[in-house]
């Protein structure tokens, strides 16, 4: 089992939809939750971080997080064709001693004009 | 202010040749990790720097990887004798500080092809 799951999909959605992107991860005492966006043959670039179980709300990108069922979300509202791009979810475990992010494979999003 | 930069973007390289990549992390950075990502896989965590010191290397494949940071700036990251499962994205990132709230600033990598 890996240790953070995506759907590599692609996930197509219209424009102005909401677009859904899950991830789910397998080691109970992870800590901080990250969600990454990449377009083709750039920077994975931060769009969320999330620390405490519930959402958390940042323009059109809300990120929703569950610990007792370890699991991750990201809605992307009116989406865009400009969010066309793979979104990464990360994830740091409570170690003192390593500060490492565990990354899923990514989901690749399409927003259909 | 600059991002972080890393060179060069591509290089194809023959088995059994060495390859040196390199990373400036921005600037006032304390952190400086390196990733990697082979084909078909995730992002891969290889090591993190604390200024100059290797603070973590439990991803680093094996010993013909070889990372430093010579005063705790830049960071080159050496693969001798390359082999062909070393291709892939190499990806560098910094941060300043750490705890819960850490957050990563990732180059644009280094794609590296082993032939």
């Known amino acids: 089992q890996k240790e953070v799951e995506q759907n590599s999909g692609p996930l197509s959605v219209p424009e102005g939809a909401i677009a859904s992107l899950n991830c789910t991860y397998s080691?109970?005492?992870?800590?901080?939750f990250f969600w990454y966006r990449q377009y083709s043959g750039k920077s994975p670039e931060l769009i969320m971080s999330?620390?405490?179980?519930g959402d958390k709300e940042d323009g059109r990108f809300t990120a929703q997080l569950n610990k007792a069922s370890q699991y991750v979300s990201l809605l992307i509202r009116d989406s865009q064709p400009s969010d066309s791009a793979t979104y990464l979810c990360?994830?740091?475990?409570?170690?003192?001693?390593?500060?490492?992010?565990?990354f899923g494979s990514g989901t690749r999003l399409q927003v259909q004009p | 202010e600059a991002g972080v930069t890393q060179f060069p973007s591509h290089s194809v390289i023959e088995k059994g040749q060495t390859v040196t990549l390199r990373c400036d992390p921005i600037?006032?950075?304390?952190?400086l990790y390196w990733y990697r990502r082979v084909m078909g896989k995730e992002i891969k965590f290889l090591l993190h720097?604390?200024?100059?010191?290797?603070?973590?290397e439990s991803g680093m494949p094996n010993n013909r990887f070889l990372a430093e940071r010579t005063g705790g700036t830049y960071s080159t990251l050496k693969v001798q004798p390359a082999e062909l499962e070393d291709s892939g994205v190499y990806f560098c990132?910094?941060?300043?500080?750490?705890?819960?709230?850490?957050?990563?600033?990732f180059g644009s990598g280094t794609q590296l092809s082993v032939l």
């Open positions: 990132a910094s941060s300043q500080g750490g705890g819960v709230g850490e957050k990563l600033f």
């Open positions: 080691d109970r005492v992870s800590q901080s």
């Open positions: 999330i620390y405490s179980n």
């Open positions: 990360a994830v740091k475990v409570r170690d003192t001693g390593r500060r490492a992010l565990t």
């Open positions: 600037s006032g950075h304390d952190n």
């Open positions: 720097f604390v200024k100059e010191s290797k603070q973590d």
